[in-house]
């Protein structure tokens, strides 16, 4: 069995992508809270200065990166390692909607959801999958979605990055399990943040009927999820996807 290298969960050094609002800024405060040291990174260089004002911690730091800039995610990475010396977690949260019913969706469409939801995952996942064989612990925590696990009117490309990102989260964690790397999915169904706030009443009203909790969730509770997977309390759960949707997806 591989020997594991793994420090305690308030030590670790992570890497949240989109967390400058909605749930990646949950996930970021939610590893502060259990003591990481984590590096905010989001394309959106306003709001990323607004995160740190707001989580005001010396343990989180930001960097402004388009997750669909493979160099720029590989110099990231390997910035963290030189300055930390490892890397043990990180949370590929960075994600975008382009809906369209699918006869009305264009190709540009098509490919800037799958490149910014999907191949940007895999491009972390390789990244710090690289790191993480070689330090022989670590876990990745890919967001996908409800939408991913059940389709969704409107969303054909959006449920097809966020299906797609569980087979790759699936074949890395089978690739790296012997190196006590884990890889998981995380599949919130309603969340309340901007991305949802964008959506017409009559629709949320909708979506609001599906959920047996009858509510929307807020981006804590994914970001509990996200803890507790980052976590060494879920140290034997790789290859998982975990629905957080108040009963939706069963
Ligand atoms: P959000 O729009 O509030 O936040 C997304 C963040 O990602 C933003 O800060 C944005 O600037 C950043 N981002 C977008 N494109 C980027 C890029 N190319 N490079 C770097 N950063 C980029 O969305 P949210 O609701 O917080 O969603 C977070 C994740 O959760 C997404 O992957 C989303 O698909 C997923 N999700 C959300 C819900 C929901 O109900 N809110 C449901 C299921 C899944």
Request: charged letters at 25%; one cysteine or more; aromatic letters at 4%.
């Amino acid at each position: 069995m591989a020997k594991s290298k793994s420090v305690p969960d308030n030590e670790k050094i992570a890497i949240v992508t989109g967390a400058a609002r909605g749930i990646g800024l949950e996930i970021a405060r939610e590893l502060l809270d259990m003591g990481m040291t984590v590096l905010g990174v989001d394309i959106s260089v306003e709001n990323l200065a607004a995160a740190k004002a707001e989580l005001a911690s010396d343990k989180f730091d930001i960097a402004t990166l388009d997750v669909t800039d493979s160099a720029g995610f590989e110099k990231v990475v390997s910035d963290m390692v030189d300055k930390h010396g490892r890397l043990d977690v990180l949370v590929n949260n960075a994600g975008i909607t382009r809906d369209n019913i699918c006869v009305l969706l264009t190709d540009d469409d098509w490919d800037l959801v799958m490149k910014v939801n999907l191949k940007s995952a895999f491009i972390g996942t390789r990244e710090a999958g690289k790191v993480m064989m070689r330090q022989r612990c670590g876990s990745i925590i890919n967001m996908s979605s409800y939408s991913g696990l059940e389709g969704n009117r409107g969303q054909a490309n959006y449920a097809a990055s966020k299906a797609g990102m569980i087979g790759l989260s699936k074949s890395a964690a089978k690739e790296l399990a012997k190196r006590n790397v884990r890889v998981n999915c995380v599949c919130p169904g309603f969340i309340k943040t901007e991305m949802t706030d964008a959506i017409p009443q009559e629709a949320k009203d909708m979506a609001l009927t599906m959920i047996p909790m009858k509510r929307m969730g807020q981006p804590g509770d994914i970001a509990k999820a996200v803890g507790f997977l980052a976590s060494d309390a879920s140290g034997y759960i790789t290859a998982q996807t975990l629905s957080v949707d108040g009963g939706m997806h069963t």
